[in-house]
T-cell receptor
Framework: SQQGEEDPQALSIQEGENATMNCSYK?????LQWYRQNSGRGLVHLIL?????REKHSGRLRVTLDTSKKSSSLLITASRAADTASYFC???????????FGTGTSLTVIP | NAGVTQTPKFQVLKTGQSMTLQCAQD?????MYWYRQDPGMGLRLIYY???????DKGEVPNGYNVSRLNKREFSLRLESAAPSQTSVYFC?????????????FGDGTRLSIL
């Protein structure tokens, strides 16, 4: 399987704190994407980082990519209760049409 | 703008029964995908369709068939359901096939097979 893995599997923080989750993958990639999934809903795209980029920002989100270590991290700053969700990384595995999703990090933000 | 619509939202089947899960998108996307999501496994690709008239196997295609009916619709069929196919099924779509396009997901079909 080319699935990636997120770490930690679960994370619980207080509102206002920062949340960091990590993704490791197995094969070379063209890009890596992060998605959020609220309970009972489908996934929502958050941010995409290409293999030649090292860092990208979008609002309170900061994503880094280290292709030499085959890893990425997602930082959510100043977390809010509404950020409570599962977060998944997805890679294209350099195959073109297929995405490989990680196992997800479940984030709980306590008000 | 509905995005990606999946029907039904919930279904219970008996082992051996057949069923078709429906998916439709109104974003004029070329590519459509079917995933299953199991606890602790993330999402795994079952089948995808890069464009109207084409379908390809993903990571876990056994026990499933698909039909790309037209540009809007992509259905997933279980011919003889098995308990191992109990899962949440997600349909997704994206603009022209390629590695750089975000996918848009429906809210899933929760399928239980007894």
């Amino acid at each position: 399987s080319q699935q990636g893995e997120e770490d930690p599997q679960a994370l619980s923080i207080q509102e206002g704190e920062n949340a960091t989750m990590n993704c490791s993958y197995k094969t070379s990639i063209n890009n890596l994407q992060w998605y959020r999934q609220n309970s009972g809903r489908g996934l929502v795209h958050l941010i995409l980082i290409r293999s030649n980029e090292r860092e990208k920002h979008s609002g309170r989100l900061r994503v880094t990519l280290d292709t030499s270590k085959k890893s990425s991290s997602l930082l959510i700053t100043a977390s809010r209760a509404a950020d409570t969700a599962s977060y998944f990384c997805a890679t294209d595995g350099n195959t073109g049409n297929q995405f490989y999703f990680g196992t997800g990090t479940s984030l709980t933000v306590i008000p | 703008n509905a995005g990606v619509t999946q029907t039904p939202k919930f279904q219970v089947l008996k082992t051996g029964q057949s069923m078709t899960l429906q998916c439709a998108q109104d974003m004029n996307h070329n590519s459509m995908y079917w995933y299953r999501q199991d606890p602790g496994m993330g999402l795994r690709l079952i089948y995808y369709s890069a464009s109207e008239g084409t379908t390809d196997k993903g990571e876990v295609p056994n026990g499933y068939n698909v039909s790309r009916l037209n540009k809007r619709e992509f259905s997933l069929r279980l011919e003889s359901a098995a308990p191992s196919q109990t899962s949440v099924y997600f349909c997704a779509s994206s603009p022209p096939a390629g590695p750089i396009q975000p996918q848009h997901f429906g809210d899933g079909t929760r399928l239980s097979i007894l």
